[in-house]
């Protein structure tokens, strides 16, 4: 099993740009959610989807759209960025029907000119 | 919303002695309370989570404790060692509610030779 995995590592936009970073699982987990981790900041939860077809808002989810289709994908869309989106963004999915261990993504690291 | 508030923001212990790092939560419906350890650089992972109906839980070095009156957990670290050097992240969740999982801000922890 690869996990996990997150798409790009590393990604510098300009300001007003918009992109989608990907994040995948392969655990057939039905719980996935975006964090975005900043100095002194901790992990906030920015979306969570319990199950395809079904996402909900975080603590910080403005800024930001996302879609479950499948159960394996739950890209993050940026619609405009800004630098005050210049963070450090993990996926992570977890099966809430065996235990609750939420397993983290690489993580990707945006620049927001 | 659950909000969880962590300290303290930074430790720093001589190795061999104990550290204890300490969350509270507010939303008292919240029951299911891991702990995150992130190494530089690294995604965080679970070392130890804790359930409502049990007030303490130990695995080696480790033991977490929760107070459900008070609303309050923490982490226990005995005879520390330079490999315990990391952040720390505590969380809160509903589990079977609503799921999603609030992170405390973290503590880095300093382990002094």
């Known amino acids: 099993n690869a996990g996990v995995t997150q798409t790009p590592k590393f990604q510098v936009l300009k300001t007003g740009q918009s992109m989608t970073l990907q994040c995948a699982q392969d655990?057939?987990?039905?719980?996935m959610s975006w964090y975005r981790q900043d100095p002194g900041m901790g992990l906030r939860l920015i979306h969570y989807s319990v199950g395809a077809g079904i996402t909900d808002q975080g603590e910080v989810p403005n800024g930001y759209n996302v879609s479950r289709s499948t159960t394996e994908d739950f890209p993050l869309r940026l619609l405009s960025a800004a630098p005050s989106q210049t963070s450090v963004y993990f996926c992570a999915s977890t099966s809430t029907r065996i235990s609750y261990e939420q397993y983290f993504g690489p993580g990707t690291r945006l620049t927001v000119t | 919303g659950e909000n969880v508030e962590q300290h303290p923001s930074t430790l720093s212990v001589q190795e061999g002695d104990s550290a204890v790092i300490k969350c509270t939560y507010s939303d008292s419906a919240s029951n299911y309370f891991p702990w995150y350890k992130q190494e530089l650089g690294k995604r965080p992972q679970l070392i130890i989570d804790?359930?409502?109906?049990?007030g303490e839980k130990k695995d080696q070095r480790i033991a977490v404790t929760l107070n459900k009156t008070a609303k309050h957990f923490s982490l226990h670290i005995t005879e520390t060692q330079p490999e315990d050097s990391a952040v720390y992240f505590c969380?809160?969740?509903?589990?079977?509610?609503?799921?999603?999982?609030?992170f405390g801000k973290g503590t880095r922890l300093h382990i002094l030779p």
């Open positions: 655990m057939n987990h039905e719980y």
């Open positions: 969380a809160a969740s509903k589990k079977n509610r609503d799921d999603k999982i609030i």
């Open positions: 804790i359930r409502s109906n049990v």
